[in-house]
């Protein structure tokens, strides 16, 4: 077992812009692995392209630089083929939630151990600052100087009309909170999505550190029921914590005959057996 959480790194010194929000969320990933006990040659960081891109560059174990939009492909094959490790998936709002959009419900249906973080800044951060899929309407920038028109991605209630089992949202200017949604994140069986507020301060000089200080509702528990899902978003427009958890059943358990609740250890024995 890890117990410097130096081994989590690799020497590369990142090169995101000073304050990006990118930083915290490398650290998060990093703290949350060596507190859970798991080490970096257990784990695999899976990322996209643009800045968020780099963060597996940055990571002490194994890391896998994909074609933009193709970090869940990559990660459910890792999670398939070798359920002795840790898979987590990261990538921008641009990378996720734009070309890879499909990818990702199609990875909640399917339901395989792969923790998904995405760091959500509203831009398109690597060139140079366009509107993405969550730019809010109205935010104007060099491809939308009259105000965007279009109705941004909803991630988490896209995530849970398709099914997720574990939804989460947190924010870089917190990070022991942050810390605490990816552990929950990855100890969780099956696909568990992990939206980030990871502000762009470059380019994005409208949703900010203060911003979402002055903004952000802290969600203490898992909404109860579908109804409290739905009421939580339509509420608060940034709560942020475990906002919904459910077991359900994983890839290939229905075939294996196991029970939902049944640990991940017991699957990933399962898909060993199997896959022998």
Not at 228 to 235: I, K, Y
Request: net charge positive.
């Amino acid at each position: 077992m890890a117990t410097d959480l130096k081994l989590y790194e690799n020497g590369n010194r990142p090169t995101w812009c000073p304050g990006c929000g990118d930083y915290a969320v490398l650290k998060a990933i990093q703290r949350a692995l060596h507190e859970l006990g798991i080490p970096p040659e257990q784990a695999v960081l899976v990322s996209g392209i643009g800045c968020s891109g780099k963060i597996s560059h940055y990571f002490g174990g194994y890391g896998i630089h994909t074609t933009h939009g193709r970090a869940l492909p990559v990660a459910q094959g890792i999670a398939a083929s070798r359920p002795d490790v840790t898979v987590i998936a990261a990538g921008g709002d641009g990378d996720g939630y734009g070309i890879g959009v499909g990818h990702l419900v199609h990875a909640v249906r399917r339901n395989l151990p792969v923790t998904y973080i995405v760091m959500d800044n509203g831009v398109y951060g690597n060139t140079k600052g366009q509107t993405s899929p969550t730019s809010p309407v109205g935010y104007r920038s060099s491809t939308s100087p009259h105000g965007n028109a279009d109705e941004p991605i909803h991630p988490l209630r896209l995530a849970w009309s398709a099914g997720a089992g574990f939804i989460a949202q947190g924010f870089s200017g917190d990070i022991r909170h942050l810390v605490n949604l990816i552990r929950e994140a990855i100890t969780h069986p099956g696909f568990a999505l992990v939206n980030v507020f990871s502000p762009c301060v470059v380019f994005n000089k409208v949703n900010g550190y203060e911003f979402y200080r002055q903004s952000v509702f802290y969600q203490e528990t898992p909404a109860e029921s579908d109804e409290a899902f739905v009421r939580l978003l339509a509420h608060h427009p940034f709560p942020i914590g475990v906002l919904w958890q459910r077991n359900r059943p994983v890839a290939a358990r229905v075939e294996a005959g196991l029970a939902d609740t049944r640990p991940a250890a017991d699957l990933r024995a399962w898909l060993r057996r199997t896959l022998a």
